[in-house]
T-cell receptor
Framework: GAGVSQTPSNKVTEKGKYVELRCDPISGHTALYWYRQSLGQGPEFLIYFQGTGAADDSGLPNDRFFAVRPEGSVSTLKIQRTERGDSAVYLC???????????????FGPGTRLTVL | DAKTTQPPSMDCAEGRAANLPCNHSTISGNEYVYWYRQIHSQGPQYIIHGLKNNETNEMASLIITEDRKSSTLILPHATLRDTAVYYCIVRVGRNYGQNFVFGPGTRLSVLP
């Protein structure tokens, strides 16, 4: 039984470069979340997808951050013109359909550790 | 979502019960209490959640006070593998796509 997977596990890039982080949710999970976790802190919400659409992107820090989920399964978080402050672990989570009462548990992936030099 | 307050760290002897407190004095009537934990270098893992009644599953027990302003997560027989950061979160149930708002959590160290 595959859980949420994220690739790459580690990404090192230079300031100003563009990066893409991938999330494969659990099959059948319609809800997908991205979080960011800085050292010593809890995860911080970025964006939530219900199906293909971004239902809540209020956590994205600025317009350098963008995420897509074109077919309602795999999602890609895209960061343009990376800055050193973007260095963090980026976590993806998925859950069953919201509102059904079956979605109380979000299943998290292992995260992608992004380092911007 | 209501804020929660947790001690930053706790120690527990292996084999003993670990009792992790959480204060959520501004919790609303429709907000549930959730507990997640995060073992080093892994994503957070769901443990348990509850509304009013005490809850128990294979991982832990959740005790919620009658006024719902605080709760305690109990790991009945802590093992070294329970060493992790434990997050107490309050959130409206019936998740209409609501994200979890994580605080800094409690770092539990289970000692041999």
């Amino acid at each position: 039984g595959a859980g949420v997977s994220q690739t790459p596990s580690n990404k090192v890039t230079e300031k100003g470069k563009y990066v893409e982080l991938r999330c494969d949710p659990i099959s059948g999970h319609t809800a997908l979340y991205w979080y960011r976790q800085s050292l010593g802190q809890g995860p911080e919400f970025l964006i939530y997808f219900q199906g293909t659409g971004a239902a809540d992107d209020s956590g994205l820090p600025n317009d350098r951050f963008f995420a897509v989920r074109p077919e309602g399964s795999v999602s890609t978080l895209k960061i343009q013109r990376t800055e050193r402050g973007d260095s963090a672990v980026y976590l993806c989570a998925s859950s069953l359909t919201p509102g059904t009462g079956l979605d109380n548990e979000q299943f998290f992936g292992p995260g992608t550790r992004l380092t911007v030099l | 979502d209501a804020k929660t307050t947790q001690p930053p760290s706790m120690d527990c002897a292996e084999g003993r019960a670990a009792n992790l407190p959480c204060n959520h004095s501004t919790i609303s009537g429709n907000e549930y209490v959730y507990w997640y934990r995060q073992i080093h270098s892994q994503g957070p893992q769901y443990i348990i959640h509850g509304l009013k009644n005490n809850e128990t599953n294979e991982m832990a027990s959740l005790i919620i006070t009658e006024d719902r302003k605080s709760s305690t997560l109990i790991l009945p027989h802590a093992t070294l593998r329970d060493t992790a950061v434990y997050y107490c979160i309050v959130r409206v149930g019936r998740n209409y796509g609501q994200n979890f708002v994580f605080g800094p959590g409690t770092r539990l160290s289970v000692l041999p």
